[in-house]
């Protein structure tokens, strides 16, 4: 069974920066996909950056600030964000897939004051 978990939330400020990290455990195979969505209070789960094949896809909002990277050990991804703005503000979740297995982490929280 395949579990994926998050780390690196917390509270920064306008402007600061965060890195989270995610790690998918107990499959030995490479999941194909990697990357985030998150959901702020009263939001629908929105989708923000994964990379499959080592390409990068970003949603339009975080193009330019945030970036997704692939990591050693396999199975790992980091989100580095930048330049983060108060509407950056959710619980984000890291998703990991391959074929019709797809994962998901409990969540970690980004607070953004401004």
């Known amino acids: 069974q395949v579990q994926v978990v998050e780390s690196g939330g917390g509270l920064v400020q306008a402007g600061g920066s965060l890195r989270l990290s995610c790690a998918a455990s107990?499959?030995?195979?490479?999941?194909?996909?990697m990357g985030w969505y998150r959901q702020a209070p009263g939001k629908q789960r929105e989708f923000v950056a994964d990379?499959?094949?080592?390409?990068?896809s970003y949603a339009d909002s975080v193009k330019g600030r945030f970036t997704n990277s692939r990591g050693d050990p396999k199975n790992t991804v980091a989100l580095q964000m930048n330049n983060m703005k108060p509407e950056d503000t959710a619980v984000y979740y890291c998703?990991?897939?391959?074929?019709?297995?797809?994962?998901w982490g409990q969540g970690t929280q980004v607070t953004v004051s401004s």
């Open positions: 990379i499959t094949s080592g390409k990068p």
């Open positions: 998703a990991a897939s391959r074929g019709v297995v797809n994962c």
């Open positions: 107990g499959t030995i195979f490479t999941m194909n996909t």
